[in-house]
């Protein structure tokens, strides 16, 4: 899930300044299932980040949120680097990296994964990234009862992403392969965002990939 944005962050005036972390632990059961039946390569995000044939490209996660995405990703073989500049978010992914790092079973996928702490908007010119993901807090649903739970609090910790297509151009303008959205299948584009070279769609989530080089 997304990069979360926190009291201070460009575009986000106003927001309370609750501290709570979200819970993020890399060695769960979940994240192991997904590992193992989750498709390979064969997935979406996989196919979406450029996986195919072989290739396994250096991918920034520009809006790392939970992380899972960016874990994902690094169990299939992938440098990522992630990027999260919410505080009670990057400190949670740190611990949850930490923990991982001493855990057998997911220690070398911690070992591909890099966290960094602030707008990815500014970090991203200086990493002249490969591949950018960006997934940023979608827009909100009709029905909360659609929303997962967590998800839903992390909304409520961190605000809405006003800045998102800002974000993407900027990555747009130095990516040197891709550029990466995930977004609800059925929303548009953010505004002033150009159409993307193709897009792999899926139930509830699609992928826009913006083709560069």
């Not at 992914?93 to 966290?115: G, W």
Request: one cysteine or more.
């Amino acid at each position: 899930m997304r990069g979360c944005f926190f009291v201070g962050a460009p575009g986000r005036p106003g927001h309370n300044t609750a501290m709570d972390r979200p819970d993020i632990d890399f060695t769960s059961s979940a994240l192991a299932h997904r590992r193992r039946f989750g498709g390979g390569r064969g997935q979406s995000l996989a196919r979406a980040v450029g996986m195919k044939g072989g290739a396994t490209p250096q991918v920034v996660d520009a809006t790392a949120g939970l992380g899972r995405d960016a874990f994902v990703l690094a169990s299939l073989g992938a440098q990522v680097t992630l990027i999260e500049r919410a505080a009670p978010v990057h400190a949670a992914l740190a611990q949850a990296l930490e923990k991982a790092l001493a855990h057998p079973d997911t220690h070398d996928i911690a070992a591909r994964m890099t966290l960094l702490k602030g707008d990815a908007r500014a970090l991203l010119p200086e990493l002249s990234p490969e591949v950018v993901l960006i997934d940023p807090m979608h827009p909100p649903r009709r029905s909360k009862a659609l929303v997962k739970q967590e998800m839903r609090a992390l909304r409520e910790l961190v605000g809405d992403d006003p800045d998102a297509a800002d974000l993407l151009r900027v990555a747009l303008g130095c990516a040197r392969r891709r550029v990466v959205l995930k977004w609800p299948r059925k929303a548009p584009l953010p505004e002033g965002v150009p159409r993307p070279s193709h897009q792999i769609i899926g139930k509830s989530t699609r992928y826009d990939v913006f083709m560069l080089g």
